[in-house]
């Protein structure tokens, strides 16, 4: 039986980390664990969090000290005893079926390693920000994420997958731990990718992110930002194709991993074809690689179409 653990970070959010932390006990399919980390806030969220869930034996809270969000995860996934993990920022929530659509997939799915879903933005800014209008299983990602930087995948509140899955991306050296130790979002979405889960979006309408403060990051990146955060990316995209021993030679399987997807976009056969183009091969066998994508396309196409 599929088994569901939710993870809660908290760091100075006692204004939202209750209605976080209600939003997953509402949920129509309940958490088999309810993990609540506390990374040393220095605010009341201590002793709002033991007034309020405390004596509740649903949650099991865990206060530390400050060590930044990826030691959170390390923290909470280490408490996990559940096949799926399930991540919630303090300062957001979910309606109440989010659990039972991401669920479904899942349950009838053993081969899905990872869903992440679309959000609402509310607070300071209202948005519905989508991946896709309709579920899009994506396959698998390891080759496109080598070789593009590819991000597929959520913030943290709308990001699930196999434990197994999150524990190997969270296992980092020390000097990377040190740079991710803020955006342990991006190394949940890269390392699932690298160590070959099959991934899936599933649009739930049911993930809601508030904007509040400066949390708002995709409205204050810069080209000086945007270069740092994919230098990082690359080296943290590095660090997981070493581990799992993945190196340009894997640059040739872009078409076999393109036959994964069911039912590929054309921005997904473009990105395909770009690959195709970074393995160092003949001009021929580029040419004959990214052609070959192509038809695979047309072909898929005509096959919704039946």
């Known amino acids: 039986m599929t088994t569901y653990a939710v993870i809660i970070t ?34 009341a969220s201590r002793q709002v969090l ?30 996990v005893a559940s096949t799926i993990t399930c991540f919630l920022d303090a300062d957001d ?10 669920a479904r997939v899942y349950d009838q799915r053993p081969d899905v390693g990872f869903i992440f879903s679309d959000i609402i933005l509310f607070g300071n800014e209202q948005a519905h920000l989508r991946f896709a209008p309709h579920m899009v299983d994506l396959g698998y990602t390891a080759v ?5 930087t590819y991000w597929y995948g959520a913030p943290t509140s709308a990001l699930s997958m196999r434990s197994a899955v999150a524990t190997w991306a969270l296992s980092l050296p020390e000097e ?40 708002g990051w995709w409205s204050q990146r810069g080209d000086t930002e945007v270069y740092h955060n994919r230098l990082r990316s690359r ?11 993945l190196d340009d030679s894997c640059l040739e399987l872009a078409k076999l991993e393109y036959k994964t997807k069911p039912a590929p976009d054309w ?22 690689r990214s052609l070959s994508i192509v038809k695979l396309y047309f072909r898929a196409k005509q096959r919704a179409k039946r």
Request: charged share 25%; with cysteine.
């Open 50 to 79: 033991q007034d309020k869930f405390g004596a509740d034996s649903r949650i099991n809270l865990i206060f530390s000290e400050n060590g930044g969000q990826l030691t959170a995860f390390q923290r909470g996934m280490s408490l």
């Open 235 to 245: 080296g943290l995209i590095g660090h997981y194709a070493r581990v799992a021993g």
């Open 267 to 288: 921005s997904e056969t473009r990105r395909y074809m770009e690959v195709c183009w970074r393995d160092r091969t003949s001009i021929f066998k580029k040419v004959e």
């Open 176 to 215: 990377l731990a040190r740079i991710w130790r803020l955006s342990a979002d991006n190394c949940l979405v890269y390392g699932a990718s690298l160590q070959g889960a099959r991934k899936c979006y599933v649009p739930t309408g049911q993930v809601e992110y508030r904007i509040h403060g400066k949390n």
């Open 144 to 148: 496109s994420t080598y070789a593009l």
């Open 93 to 102: 929530r979910w309606g109440p079926d989010y659990l039972e659509q991401i």
């Open 10 to 43: 908290n760091y100075n959010y006692q204004s939202f980390v209750v209605e976080a932390i209600e939003s997953v006990l509402r949920q129509n399919r309940a958490a088999n664990q309810i993990i609540v980390i506390d990374d040393g806030s220095t605010d």
